[in-house]
Every structure is written in C-alpha cells, then in structure tokens.
T-cell receptor
Framework: TQLLEQSPQFLSIQEGENLTVYCNSS?????LQWYRQEPGEGPVLLVT?????EVKKLKRLTFQFGDARKDSSLHITAAQPGDTGLYLC???????????FGSGTRLLVRP | KAGVTQTPRYLIKTRGQQVTLSCSPI?????VSWYQQTPGQGLQFLFE???????NKGNFPGRFSGRQFSNSRSEMNVSTLELGDSALYLC??????????????FGPGTRLLVL
C-alpha cells in the first residue's frame, strides 16, 4: 500500500511567520499535487510537480519535488490569515488516473 | 462556467439503508472521480469514470458502486450502510483524459451521516 505521510499534522503560527510542510513516502510517484481545502468546500489544486527536483513558486508559496520523486515540501513565506486551511499532498499512482492523498496539515495563521 | 455540483449536500441515513449521491461535472468535462474523506483515513480514492466506463477503482468493498451517464453526470451508490460510512464524499471532474496531471476540479461534497 502506497502511503503519503504529511508533517506536521497541525500548525498554528502568527501572521508574518514562515513555515514548511512536508510530504514523504517510500514510493515513487509519477507526479505530485498540493491542494488547499477550506471548511465546507472541496480541495482546490495549488500546483502539480512532475519532474524530480522541480521547484515551483506561486506568489508566497514554494513547492519542491524531491529528486527521487518520493517526497515534496511546501514552504510559505510571510503567512497571512488567508492561508489558513487544510493542506493536502497527493501522489499520482503510475499514471493510473488515481491519486493517493496524504493525511493533511491543518494550518492556522493568527492575525 | 458553473463548477462541479453535488447533491444532496447533507444526508442522514440509518444502518442497513442504501444511498445514492449525484455529481454533475463542469460542462465539457468527461472524467469524474469519487473520493471519501474521513477524519481518521483522510481522502481516499473510490473510483474514476470516463465516457461511461470505470477506468480505475480504489480499495473499497463491493457495497460501493458508481456509474456515469452519457452526459458525464455520475452517481455513486452505497448499499447496506454501516456507521463507518459516515464521511464527506467528494467528486472531482477533469476536462478530457482524466490524467491526474490535468487539473481536477472538486465539488463541495456530500456529507453523509449514518446513525
């Protein structure tokens, strides 16, 4: 069974601080996606990384895919209250049209 | 363009009953995937449909089934409900091939409570 472990599970920080969320697996994924989910809504795709070692930036968010395509990280610079939500990583299984989701990191950014 | 819609949004059932959930994808999208989200297990893949055919299935018992219609709308059915089936059921649609590198758009989910 392929598993994606996310850490930390919960994070409560002050506005303006930086943070990093990690997504790790012993399995290789064809691609990896990061989502943010807010209460009462479905997850919204933030980014897809495909190539080992790839780094993508989305404003204050920086995403990195590990060289071996087994892990990924999400770094947020100068967090804002609007960043509050559940962050999920998801790995694609062998181009099989299915995603394996991590357990999620619940982020709270206090004003 | 309207997003993915799911009906109903909330549902309460009792053990042993069955339930049917509906998902209308974004217009023009042909792939629909279903996921179950619970606090303990997180988001888990149920199945994916493309052009009325199930292309992939997750590790759920046969009580969970689905189908897709010619207009790409999809339904999932859960028979003989158990307490552990209480969850948020999410569907996601994507434009053409259903490749996960193609953006999947999630609906708001149907929250099912089994008593």
């Amino acid at each position: 069974t392929q598993l994606l472990e996310q850490s930390p599970q919960f994070l409560s920080i002050q506005e303006g601080e930086n943070l990093t969320v990690y997504c790790n697996s012993s399995s290789v994924f064809s691609s990896l996606q990061w989502y943010r989910q807010e209460p009462g809504e479905g997850p919204v795709l933030l980014v897809t990384v495909v190539t080992g070692g790839e780094v993508k930036k989305l404003k204050r968010l920086t995403f990195q895919f590990g060289d071996a395509r087994k892990d990924s990280s999400l770094h947020i610079t100068a967090a804002q209250p609007g960043d509050t939500g559940l962050y999920l990583c998801a790995g694609e299984v062998d181009s099989s049209y299915k995603l394996i989701f991590g357990s999620g990191t619940r982020l709270l950014v206090r004003p | 363009k309207a997003g993915v819609t799911q009906t109903p949004r909330y549902l309460i059932k009792t053990r042993g009953q069955q339930v049917t959930l509906s998902c209308s994808p974004i217009s023009g999208h042909r792939s629909v995937s279903w996921y179950q989200q619970t606090p303990g297990q997180g988001l888990q893949f149920l199945f994916e449909y493309f052009s009325e055919t199930q292309r992939n299935k997750g590790n759920f018992p046969g009580r969970f089934s689905g189908r897709q219609f010619s207009n790409s709308r999809s339904e999932m059915n859960v028979s003989t409900l158990e307490l552990g089936d209480s969850a948020l059921y999410l569907c996601a649609s994507s434009p053409t091939s259903g490749q996960v590198t193609e953006t999947q758009y999630f609906g708001p989910g149907t929250r099912l409570l089994v008593l």
